[in-house]
């Protein structure tokens, strides 16, 4: 615990003295006098207010607490060599919604590290990350949180992240990564640590992922949820992630296009994934999954209603089936700099309850 006060303490300082030390400008950032090595500095804080219906619909759950809270690094000491850094706290403060021991207890925040890596880009169509990274499983797998178009990610986004050891879809390894074509195309590959097994002898974990961009790719480490329909973007995409026995697929389109002049728009993604985690992953039965969001973009792209659906379909028939279904608006006071979301949803599982949820989040970013 003291040490953890220790770290935060430091973070603290060192975002005072960017603060104090850089130039005014669009980020917290400062640079080498020949501008080709710099270092910024940003903050992720998303506040957030749930109620959930308990598992007996006889009562409701209630948190207030802090969905993220992460502290980013990240610039380039040349010309082809650049680095990112964050840190998160998912959950600090959200009270254990769950029967048993533990139900109640708050969760007292740990620091860790999320995202940890460097990249060498020789060109836009050849590119080396290496580090701690996320793997290429999905787009929706492979979005920043500060760009999300509804509230989080899909709840069965990230199936394979408890059982393979993951930390929210971040592994250890190094991915080649590029935009040939005239930037049209995009490949990603990587090779990972995964699941290590006894005496670390299993095989590494390989992922990849190829995407066709017919006006012009995202170019970026992280895909974007939505640009808050102010970009002609389409991307169709398809993954693998193989280790072992374990096998997980994907398919994936995304469309944002701007309408009526730019001054509205809409954003539509879909996903389509299956996991089997065979002999290897044991506690990852194979099962399908499809997500669907949709947003359209109103009074010139400040306010978006919104749709989220996933469902969950296990292929053993005696696992009972899921689906979640959100309802909701965003007020992009500014982007995602600063921006207010709310839904209400139901949470189905087949032959069990139907439980309501409602969400309200604050997101301030800066980076």
Partial sequence: MARRRVWVAGAVALVGWLVWAAPASAQWQIESKDGKANIKIGILAQPQLETLETADEQATSANLFIRRLRILFGGAVSERWSFFVETDSPNVGKGNTNAGPTSGIKESGDIYLQDAYVTYA????????????????????????????????????????????????????????????????????????????????????????????????????????TFQGTKKQVGIGASFDAQGDFRAYSADGFVELPTFNKTQGFTVQVNWMRHDGGATIAALPRQNTWLLEAGYHLFGHRLTPFVQY??????????????????????????????????????????????????????????
């Avoid at 920043?144 to 390894?173: H, I, K, N, W």
């Avoid at 995964?194 to 005496?199: D, K, Q």
Wanted: proline share 6%; glycine share 12%.
């Fill in 122 to 225: 020789q060109n836009e169509a050849f590119k080396i990350d290496a580090g701690m990274i996320m793997l290429p499983h999905s787009r929706n797998g492979t979005q920043s949180a500060a760009t999300l178009l509804p509230v989080d990610y899909g709840p069965y986004t990230f199936l394979d992240a408890g059982p393979s050891g993951e930390r929210v879809g971040r592994d250890y390894g190094v991915q080649l990564r590029g935009y040939p074509a005239k930037q049209r195309l995009e490949y990603r590959l990587a090779l990972a640590q995964g699941i290590r097994g006894t005496e670390a002898r299993n095989p590494m974990r390989v992922s990849g992922r190829v995407v066709y961009y017919p006006f012009g790719a995202e170019t970026g480490f992280f895909y974007a949820g």
């Fill in 310 to 367: 996933q469902a969950r379909d296990f292929a053993n028939a005696a696992i009972p089936d899921q689906s979640h279904l959100q309802l909701g608006a965003v007020w992009w006071m500014k982007g995602s700099q600063r921006n207010l979301k709310v839904s209400v949803g139901r949470l189905q599982v087949a032959g069990g309850p139907t439980r309501t949820q409602a969400l309200a989040q604050l997101q301030i970013y800066y980076f």
